[in-house]
Every structure is written in C-alpha cells, then in structure tokens.
Antibody, heavy 120, light 106 residues
Framework: QVTLRESGPALVKPTQTLTLTCTFS??????????VSWIRQPPGKALEWLAR???????YYSTSLKTRLTISKDTSKNQVVLTMTNMDPVDTATYYC????????????WGKGTTVTVSS | SYELTQPLSVSVALGQTARITCGGN??????VHWYQQKPGQAPVLVIY???NRPSGIPERFSGSNSRNTATLTIGRAQAGDEADYFC?????????FGGGTKLTVL
C-alpha cells in the first residue's frame, strides 16, 4: 500500500523559510520512473504545482516560484523535502505531496495535506 | 505559459451524464489527467493519460481528448460524484492544472 504524509509547521511568519517533509512508504525513489511532486491549494482556490523530484535526482520547478523553492530527497529515509523562502501571507495554503509517474507526470497517490498559515 | 480552461460549474441531474471540459491550445497532442476533490479531502486521480482509469475508479468515469478540448464524462451521475474536478497536463517541464470545475448533482 502506497502512502504519503506531509509534515511541517502550521504557522510561519512573513519572510521566514518554510520547510516541509513528505514521508512515504510502499514505493522507493530508487526505482526507475518514480517521482514525488509538491502541490498547494490556497483556501477555496485551485491546485498549484510547485516542484517535482525524480528517481534519478532530476528536479523541476514552477516557473513562477522557482527562485524560492528547493526540492531534495533522502532515499534512505523515504523522504522528500521542500523548502520555500521568503514566505508571504499569500502562501497560506494546504500543501500536498503526491507520488508522480515520470513520463506522463500524473499524480496517482496523494498525501492528506498539511495546512500552512503565514501570519505575523 | 500553457493554460487550461475549465468551466467554473457544471450541473447534472441524478442518473444522467455529466461532461466536464478542459480547453487548451492543441491539448489533443498532450496527455491529460483528471482529479476529483471532495470538500476537505485530498485530490484523487480518476483518469490518467486521456482515458485510462486507475484501479478502483468506476467504469462510469471516462475521458477523451481531441484537438483543443479534453472531456471528462461521468455516466449515471450519483450524489457522491459531487466534487471539484481538475484537469492537468505536463508541458515544457512543468505541471499545469486547470482552474477546476464544481460538479453539482441535482
């Protein structure tokens, strides 16, 4: 059974750096074709893709956010970490990680999400 | 950057067929994926690569994609199908989501 779980702070202050961890089981990022993506959703709004990391350590970022994002993986711990710098209230959202298929890039299993509020 | 356009809302009578569209320039040349999201829950993949159903998704869910429009079709709509639906593609090494469509089952 494939599962993913997001963890991180529920509240961050403006200008701070957010660090989120995705801990997964049931698959390995050592396996060819496996990837993990981060996606966020502000309250009442649409999904917004943030970043993806592949089994071979290829990394992809949202064009509009790439200067603020860093994605990395620890295959021994089955974890993917996303950092987002210079947080702003508009970054308040639920953040999801999802297992992602490499070639067609669909997200077949999602975590439950973690809510992050940016406020002083 | 590539854009996907979805209607804000679609209504369907109980037991009838709902069609949700996703428009994009030459979207027929891309692989389109669809997600269902119920309130307070994470999205669930319901169709991948235009017309494929993941295991556990009812046969009532189907997809098509041609020229400038991809379509998610939900046959024999049930109250439990009421949700937001998002289309998604991979373009120029980035993921693009549509704005989402709220499906109401009357």
């Amino acid at each position: 059974q494939v599962t993913l779980r997001e963890s991180g702070p529920a509240l961050v202050k403006p200008t701070q750096t957010l660090t989120l961890t995705c801990t997964f089981s049931g698959f390995s990022l050592r396996t060819s074709g496996m990837c993990v993506s981060w996606i966020r959703q502000p309250p009442g709004k649409a999904l917004e893709w943030l970043a993806r990391i592949d089994w071979d350590d290829d990394k992809y970022y949202s064009t509009s956010l790439k200067t603020r994002l860093t994605i990395s993986k620890d295959t021994s711990k089955n974890q993917v970490v996303l950092t987002m710098t210079n947080m702003d209230p508009v970054d308040t959202a639920t953040y999801y990680c999802a297992r992602t298929e490499e070639e067609d890039c669909y997200m077949d299993v999602w975590g439950k999400g973690t809510t992050v509020t940016v406020s002083s | 950057s590539y854009e996907l356009t979805q209607p804000l809302s679609v209504s369907v009578a109980l037991g009838q067929t709902a069609r949700i569209t996703c428009g994009g320039n030459n979207i027929g040349s891309k692989n389109v994926h669809w997600y269902q999201q119920k309130p307070g829950q994470a999205p669930v993949l319901v169709i991948y690569s235009d017309s494929n159903r993941p295991s556990g998704i009812p046969e009532r869910f189907s997809g098509s994609n041609s020229r400038n429009t991809a379509t998610l079709t939900i046959g024999r709509a049930q109250a439990g199908d009421e949700a937001d639906y998002f289309c998604q593609v991979w373009d120029s090494s980035t993921v693009v989501f549509g704005g989402g469509t709220k499906l109401t089952v009357l």
